[in-house]
């Protein structure tokens, strides 16, 4: 069965305060690691999609990174609007659709 | 271009009542998804159609229905709601292309709640 888990489930950084998010996958056969971003009360928005181990993906603040087991979501310099829910999702070769991850919360304090 | 619209936006139901949310897409996109997100559970796939005139299950397809009622609309319907079908429902587009999974693009949500 196919199990995507995120880590932590909620994060508070300083305005400026760089870190990183993790989503750890097992799926047989990756054919996408998606990354979501999602504000309250709306649907997610699409940022990125990794489809092999060395991949890297950058827009502005943000960087995600693959491997062969687990993504990062990384997040240089954050500023308050860059808090939201971040959610990855994994499609095996197996599946036909996708699993996602429970998210992590991101507040970003000025 | 709106992308995906949902309606309504938000819905109160007593058990036992029956109600279709509704899902529009104006991206020409061959595939469409409903989901259900619950605090601390993430998305959940309950019903997709990869093409108009399909539909296939998901991870929880009990207690709904769907109609892919043309290319650009895809409704889910609860035919006797149930206060476990509480939660915030989404739709998706995707546009299907051969040899890569692109991503899926998502409406605004309804959020229901059964009394």
Not at chain 2, 75 to 82: D, G, I, M, T, Y
Request: with cysteine.
């Amino acid at each position: 069965e196919d199990q995507v888990t995120q880590s932590p489930e909620a994060l508070r950084l300083q305005e400026g305060e760089s870190s990183s998010l993790n989503c750890s996958y097992t799926v047989s056969g990756l054919r996408g690691l998606f990354w979501y971003r999602q504000d309250p009360g709306k649907g997610p928005e699409f940022l990125f999609t990794l489809y092999s181990a060395g991949e890297e993906k950058e827009k502005e603040r943000l960087k995600a990174t693959l491997t062969k087991k687990e993504s990062f979501l990384h997040i240089t310099a954050p500023k308050p609007e860059d808090s939201a829910t971040y959610l990855c999702a994994a499609r095996s070769g197996s599946a036909r659709q996708l699993t996602f991850g429970s998210g992590t919360q991101l507040t970003v304090l000025p | 271009n709106a992308g995906v619209t949902q309606t309504p936006k938000f819905q109160v139901l007593k058990t036992g009542q029956s109600m279709t949310l509704q899902c529009a897409q104006d991206m020409n996109h061959n595939s469409m998804y409903w989901y259900r997100q619950d605090p601390g559970m993430g998305l959940r796939l309950i019903y997709y159609s990869a093409s108009e005139g399909t539909t296939d299950k998901g991870e929880v397809p009990n207690g709904y229905n769907v109609s892919r009622l043309n290319k650009r609309e895809f409704s889910l319907r609860l035919e006797s709601a149930a206060p476990s079908q509480t939660s915030v429902y989404f739709c998706a587009s995707r546009e299907t292309r051969k040899g890569s999974y692109n991503e899926q693009f998502f409406g605004p949500g309804t959020r229901l709640t059964v009394l």
